[in-house]
């Protein structure tokens, strides 16, 4: 007999070691993530993924799915609390889409749209991130990252180069690359690295490719990300 | 400056070339050059052959690891609220004053910098600061004095009067633990009577929770940890007691230390594991001379290393790791990762230590009071531990008392006294309020102080700071507030960002310039940090601020400029300029229909 969970009301079937986000997709619903992808463990650092289960909180990318387990998600408490989450990385960061050249594409944005998130709430950091344009084929622009680790995931254990890492903590954490000079252009990165395709915000971008598909015509604007994550697999 | 790569290739060579060590080696490398320069993290990752970027993120996480050149001599000051009410923000100014240099900043010679540090567990002889890793306490004006004239003369460190470097116990009432003198090897002798199995059963029986605040039952992780499957289990000893106004730890590792390790002892012959690690906190540097003799001394005495008391298959032994000054690492995951030499970032439980620990391997991570008391249920059996304490809090709480009281110090209690006892013991006769359980616990008021210390009623890791009627609990949580900004690990949203909010809000307030839609949105940011943190730094980050809010709001009201929303800018006047350019000054133009004019 195969097991299963309410997900939202609904009976969701799901197989031992299935997370709660895992199992929820395969059945058709969507949960907001950004540091989750799925060809990669859960990291569970984002949050935007909590869901409440048995009335607690949890991390859905992260938590096994239970027989019996009632899982609230689409619910107007927690997208309240997922779109503090993502004001948080707003304010934190120096996010301006209308000159971002991942606008359209980037699941921050696609997200803010998705949970209605009108104002950024809280008072900006205003942090200063210099960008690094050291690479010849990729520029970095720090101010846009929201610390998923994917690129660090990704360079580490499918390019196994390590090109980048966080180091410092709390607010003031920050990515470096493999680099004494700390510049991209002095580390073994290419712009075919699974790292160079992975950034689901601005921070990593092509070089002389910028603009090439107009903004109106980009992933994210003809459809939610509701509906593009599901459809694309992601 | 020595040369850097025979350096390195020494310290590295010195830990056998394990990446797990990273920590430590960038810890003894620093100790060489004073800080890390860009090429020792370079020669560290050749060394160990791990990436550079790896050592850079470990050698960023830690507050006693310098990337950057700092001061010969690198004085920090305890900011922890106790200290803070003993002067030593005035004291830290007048050192500035005198050696001509600015918090936070190495002098232009590069002989000094003066900054502040989290709690350096000294909280009942403070004021505290640590010279170079190690402490000195009682500070006055004479004695900041004494040492801004020490460093102008560059007097190494080992010349320094030792009366400075002198730490009290300050031990004022003792019970079970405490009082008898222990017999050592006494308590291992009595368990292996009674064999592994009948050793755990007594552990059972004394109902032991852990002394290091989340009270968990022991010897139901110990049974875990027995029953995983892995073949070399781990027993680790949590000393990193980075609770602020915590400091009873300390004391037991000064002057209990062979209860400690035999207790540690103990629960390997309960588990099967032939690894000790203990886990000790940059500031109780000053401790690890001695623990390291201690453990040399038990070796000699056939209570660590092979067939332990001549029992075949019984082997253990302990080394000990230092940390270098982060409070996360005391969250049982983080302190794994950082004895595996990674940045301390909790991990995701399940699996929980006991079954995939340090290395993946089955680990059991105790506090250093825990396994203390472990010897006591040993030598008097597991019913007669529980006879003591209340029927879910079993046994005797260490509390370690600070503030505005005549007796500061380390109380011994059996669990269940209450808070008005122990304010009357201590000579805290005009107490407003008690942080028990240090920032992250639970702030009571004069009218709770009926409750009692009992993890079903007011639990705690053994903080207990009293708060006199002169002090204002708006200073306190924003003392506190400030900690835990500086203390996130940052790997998750809510508490990266949430504490730094929550330290702006409470500055702004702090300033006068706050409205009420400012506790609004500290009420928003609190329940965020509550729900979503990734472990209990961040969810536990908010109690300070949620308690004092409930319980002396007025303290935070008369700091607000307004009871109601003030806006920064009148939203309407700022309009004014569109209605010129399109001739238009009908209601309709306004935001309010024209109603305010």
């Known amino acids: ?234 | 400056m020595p040369e850097v790569d025979p350096v390195v290739q020494q310290v590295v060579a010195r830990h056998g070339g394990d990446p797990s060590h990273l920590l430590q080696i960038l810890i003894e490398v620093q100790e060489v050059f004073g800080y890390l320069p860009a090429p020792s993290l370079t020669a560290v990752a050749r060394e160990l052959a791990v990436p550079r970027s790896r050592v850079e993120g470990v050698a960023g996480f830690y507050s006693f690891l310098y990337p950057a050149p700092i001061g010969r001599y690198r004085i920090l000051f305890s900011d922890n609220i106790t200290d803070q009410m003993l002067g030593s923000r005035a004291l830290l100014e007048a050192l500035c004053r005198k050696l001509w240099v600015e918090p936070g900043k190495p002098s232009e010679d590069g002989l000094v910098s003066i900054d502040t540090t989290s709690c350096t567990g000294l909280c009942d002889q403070g004021p505290a600061v640590l010279v170079n890793g190690r402490a000195i306490t009682r500070l006055d004006y004479r004695r900041v004095n004494e040492i801004a004239e020490l460093v102008r003369k560059a007097v190494p460190l080992d010349r320094w009067p030792a009366a400075f470097f002198q730490i009290e116990d300050n031990v004022r009432r003792r019970d079970a633990l405490l009082g008898p003198t222990f017999q050592p090897g006494s308590a291992l002798a009595a368990a292996l009577k009674l064999g592994p199995a009948g050793w755990l059963e007594q552990m059972r029986l004394s109902g032991l929770r852990g002394r290091g605040g989340a009270g968990f039952t022991t010897h139901v992780k110990w049974k875990s940890c027995r029953d995983a499957a892995g073949p070399d289990k781990v027993v680790v000893c949590n000393a990193d007691e980075g609770e602020p106004g915590t400091f009873k730890d300390r004391v037991l590792l000064a002057s209990h230390a062979e209860r400690v390790f035999e207790g540690m002892a103990l629960a390997a012959y309960a588990t099967g594991a032939r690894t000790g690690l203990v886990y000790l906190r940059g500031e109780y540097r000053f401790l690890l001379e001695p623990l390291r003799a201690l453990l040399d001394r038990m070796r000699g005495d056939g209570l660590l290393g092979r067939s332990i008391l001549g029992e075949k298959g019984f082997d253990f032994d302990i080394d000990i790791h230092l940390g270098a000054g982060a409070y996360v690492c005391g969250e049982e995951t983080a302190l794994l990762e950082s004895l595996e030499g990674k940045r301390g970032t909790p991990r995701i439980r399940p699996p929980f230590p006991v079954t995939r620990g340090y290395l993946g391997r089955p680990t059991v991570v105790n506090n250093v009071e825990t396994l203390a008391k472990t010897t006591l249920i040993s030598l008097g059996g597991g019913a007669a531990f529980a006879a003591t304490g209340t029927a879910q809090s079993t046994g005797t709480k260490l509390l370690s008392i600070s503030g505005d009281c005549a007796l500061p110090g380390i109380y011994e209690y059996p669990f269940g006294v209450t808070i008005e006892r122990v304010l009357e013991d201590c000579g805290a006769g005009d107490a407003q309020l008690v942080q028990v359980g240090g920032a992250s616990g639970v702030t009571i008021a004069g009218y709770e102080f009926q409750r009692r210390i009992a993890f079903e009623d007011v639990p705690t890791a053994g903080a207990f700071m009293v708060f006199d009627s002169g002090r204002d609990p708006f200073d306190i949580a924003r003392n506190f507030v400030h900690f835990f900004a500086h203390e996130s690990c940052g790997f998750c949203t809510p508490c990266r960002v949430g504490t730094a909010l929550l330290k702006g809000y409470m500055d702004k307030l702090a300033l006068g310039r706050g409205a009420k839609v400012d506790l609004a949105d500290i009420e928003w940011v609190d329940r965020l940090l509550r729900n979503a943190s990734h472990c209990g730094l961040g969810s536990s980050a908010a109690n300070p601020v949620v308690d004092t809010l409930i319980k002396f709001r007025p303290s935070y009201e008369r700091r607000l400029k307004s009871l109601e929303f003030e806006p920064a800018f009148d939203l309407d006047a700022a309009l004014a300029d569109a209605r010129r350019i399109t001739g238009r000054d009908d209601p309709a133009a306004h935001l309010d229909g024209g109603r305010g004019r």
């Open chain 1, 1 to 234: 007999m195969t097991k299963q969970f309410l997900f939202d009301g609904q009976p969701v079937e799901f197989e031992d070691g299935q997370t709660i986000l895992e199992a929820a997709r395969a059945a058709g619903h969507y949960i907001p993530h950004l540091c989750w992808h799925p060809d990669f463990p859960p990291h569970g650092s984002c949050k935007l993924c909590i869901v409440k289960a048995g009335g607690r909180h949890v991390s859905s990318c992260a938590l096994p799915a239970r027989e019996g387990m009632e899982v609230e998600s689409n619910t107007p408490e927690m997208n309240a609390e997922r779109r503090a989450l993502l004001q948080m990385l707003f304010v934190e960061g120096n996010h301006f889409c209308p000159s971002c050249e991942k606008s359209g594409n980037c699941q921050l944005q696609a997200l803010a749209y998705e949970l209605e998130m009108a104002t950024a709430r809280f008072n900006h950091f205003f942090p200063d991130r210099p960008v690094d344009a050291s690479h010849p084929d990729v520029l970095l622009d720090f101010n846009r990252c929201i610390f998923c680790e994917l690129c660090v995931r990704a360079s580490r254990d499918v390019d196994g180069k390590s090109v980048f890492a966080l180091t410092d903590r709390g607010i003031h954490k920050h990515l470096v690359v493999n680099a004494e000079s700390g510049r991209l252009g002095d580390t073994d990165f290419s712009v075919d690295d699974r790292a160079a395709n992975i950034c689901p915000v601005g921070v990593i971008l092509r070089k002389r490719v910028g603009f090439a598909l107009p903004i109106g015509s980009r992933k994210y604007d003809g459809a939610a990300i509701s509906v593009v994550a599901m459809k694309e697999g992601e």
